[in-house]
């Protein structure tokens, strides 16, 4: 029988260990994709009265959550940490939420990012991995009756010989005044005051954003399949900008929703406010800018790109460059919808937002990689992007990877996809 019928995302139910409840991650009734994803729970017998979000005060979008065996708590981890302001913006940690009160204790240090909880039997234990800022993770045991954590393994212990860049949280005043984070990853030795290359690193999403680690954007899951190869650069000498604008992780629902019908304007200017922030603190080497990224971050690309001649390079991987074609051919285009609207009621505001209608405009040279099966984002974006640029006479190099999908999880693959 029907447990809760209510509009929206309802899912990943589990019964308490007492048969009591079940908890469930749900939108809370909103129907659309632009929203938290909160951690709810309903009496086992589906009585309405009984539904209750015990993480709303977080907007947490929750991708992980155990019960405790006693069934009085929940231990959950946030994907996207949607009301973690400033620096705690790029942590992932496990918290503990009380049933009854609804209470909600962290578990795991501040500064790392967590995933795959797992409890004892009598409760005392939580097992997990724990990824710090410069390592790749590890698995980690908690003592629950103290917080001790003890580290299990060493799986990249090679590290510890590697002289590694520095990877910190920045912030910056945008054009509106509103306060912006990102993180900032500095070459190994670097001193303040040196000018060097900086390369913009836009993330994916939008709803997304960057953590702590070794490959900031994709730590939760296997790192190989982070398209660029950050700490390589770091070591070449070049700072990595990554930003966090509005419109991702950081700022709670309302700032997903302020870039709703508007991709490529406050978002970009929240972006290009960071590059002339580190160029005044005299870090950034305004002559020698590059940019990047995948996927929504891809799209950030193309149009970064198609409105300013700033960066002398930029690479754009798996990027959507028409709005209207992504949501006549993606697998997921219905998400066009809910930022723009249907193309027959929006089309010239999907047109007016995508990079292929500003195309004229590209002076950066650009690298096009995409994977042959991608069908978040078709393959026949990057073609129509990089025909046009032929056919404008720019400077632009087309690479497409067979087997590839949205992310490359073949490891041949992603080494290719990161050398050039």
């Given at each position: 029988?029907?447990?809760?019928?209510?509009?929206?995302?309802?899912?990943?139910?589990?019964?308490?260990?007492?048969?009591?409840?079940?908890?469930?991650?749900?939108?809370?009734?909103?129907?659309?994709?632009?929203?938290?994803?909160?951690?709810?729970?309903?009496?086992?017998?589906?009585?309405?009265?009984?539904?209750?979000?015990?993480?709303?005060?977080?907007?947490?979008?929750?991708?992980?959550?155990?019960?405790?065996?006693?069934?009085?708590?929940?231990?959950?981890?946030?994907?996207?940490?949607?009301?973690?302001?400033?620096?705690?913006?790029?942590?992932?940690?496990?918290?503990?939420?009380?049933?009854?009160?609804?209470?909600?204790?962290?578990?795991?240090?501040?500064?790392?990012?967590?995933?795959?909880?797992?409890?004892?039997?009598?409760?005392?234990?939580?097992?997990?991995?724990?990824?710090?800022?410069?390592?790749?993770?590890?698995?980690?045991?908690?003592d629950l009756t103290n917080g001790r954590a003890s580290r299990l393994t060493e799986i990249n212990s090679e590290?510890?010989?590697?002289?590694?860049?520095?990877?910190?949280?920045?912030?910056?005043?945008?054009?509106?005044?509103?306060?912006?984070?990102?993180?900032?990853?500095?070459?190994?030795?670097?001193?303040?005051?040196?000018?060097?290359?900086?390369?913009?690193?836009?993330?994916?999403?939008?709803?997304?954003?960057?953590?702590?680690?070794?490959?900031?954007?994709?730590?939760?899951?296997?790192?190989?399949?982070?398209?660029?190869?950050?700490?390589?650069?770091?070591?070449?000498?070049?700072?990595?900008?990554?930003?966090?604008?509005?419109?991702?992780?950081?700022?709670?629902?309302?700032?997903?929703?302020?870039?709703?019908?508007?991709?490529?304007?406050?978002?970009?200017?929240?972006?290009?406010?960071?590059?002339?922030?580190?160029?005044?603190?005299?870090?950034?080497?305004?002559?020698?800018?590059?940019?990047?990224?995948?996927?929504?971050?891809?799209?950030?690309?193309?149009?970064?790109?198609?409105?300013?001649?700033?960066?002398?390079?930029?690479?754009?991987?798996?990027?959507?460059?028409?709005?209207?074609?992504?949501?006549?051919?993606?697998?997921?285009?219905?998400?066009?919808?809910?930022?723009?609207?249907?193309?027959?009621?929006?089309?010239?505001?999907?047109?007016?937002?995508?990079?292929?209608?500003?195309?004229?405009?590209?002076?950066?040279?650009?690298?096009?990689?995409?994977?042959?099966?991608?069908?978040?984002?078709?393959?026949?974006?990057?073609?129509?992007?990089?025909?046009?640029?032929?056919?404008?006479?720019?400077?632009?190099?087309?690479?497409?990877?067979?087997?590839?999908?949205?992310?490359?999880?073949?490891?041949?693959?992603?080494?290719?996809?990161?050398?050039?």
């Amino acid at each position: 029988r029907t447990l809760v019928a209510r509009p929206g995302m309802n899912r990943a139910l589990q019964f308490s260990p007492d048969g009591k409840w079940v908890a469930f991650i749900s939108t809370g009734g909103y129907d659309g994709m632009v929203a938290a994803e909160d951690l709810h729970i309903v009496a086992a017998d589906g009585r309405l009265e009984t539904i209750r979000n015990l993480t709303g005060a977080r907007e947490a979008w929750v991708g992980q959550f155990a019960w405790a065996p006693d069934s009085r708590s929940i231990f959950f981890i946030p994907y996207e940490q949607t009301a973690g302001t400033g620096d705690l913006m790029f942590e992932q940690p496990i918290n503990r939420v009380f049933v009854d009160s609804s209470r909600i204790v962290p578990v795991t240090p501040p500064r790392t990012v967590n995933y795959s909880p797992t409890l004892s039997s009598d409760g005392r234990y939580l097992a997990y991995k724990s990824v710090e800022n410069r390592t790749m993770g590890d698995v980690y045991l908690t003592d629950l009756t103290n917080g001790r954590a003890s580290r299990l393994t060493e799986i990249n212990s090679e590290l510890r010989s590697l002289e590694l860049g520095e990877l910190r949280a920045v912030h910056w005043k945008s054009f509106d005044g509103k306060e912006i984070w990102g993180l900032l990853l500095t070459p190994p030795g670097y001193k303040p005051g040196q000018r060097i290359p900086l390369v913009v690193y836009c993330h994916g999403g939008p709803i997304g954003g960057f953590t702590y680690g070794i490959f900031p954007q994709f730590m939760h899951i296997p790192g190989q399949v982070d398209p660029y190869p950050s700490e390589a650069m770091a070591s070449a000498g070049m700072a990595i900008l990554f930003p966090m604008p509005r419109g991702g992780s950081g700022y709670g629902t309302a700032g997903f929703r302020s870039i709703i019908k508007s991709w490529g304007e406050a978002d970009y200017k929240d972006i290009m406010a960071g590059v002339d922030a580190m160029i005044a603190q005299g870090l950034a080497d305004p002559e020698r800018l590059g940019v990047m990224g995948a996927s929504y971050g891809g799209y950030m690309t193309s149009w970064i790109v198609t409105q300013t001649s700033r960066f002398k390079a930029a690479s754009t991987g798996a990027s959507v460059n028409d709005l209207a074609q992504e949501y006549y051919l993606s697998d997921a285009g219905d998400f066009i919808v809910e930022y723009f609207g249907l193309p027959w009621e929006a089309g010239e505001l999907l047109a007016a937002h995508s990079p292929i209608t500003h195309v004229k405009n590209v002076e950066t040279p650009l690298l096009i990689q995409h994977g042959e099966n991608d069908h978040r984002v078709p393959l026949s974006q990057a073609q129509a992007f990089s025909k046009a640029l032929k056919g404008l006479k720019k400077t632009v190099e087309f690479e497409i990877f067979p087997r590839g999908g949205h992310v490359n999880f073949e490891p041949p693959l992603e080494r290719e996809y990161m050398r050039r």
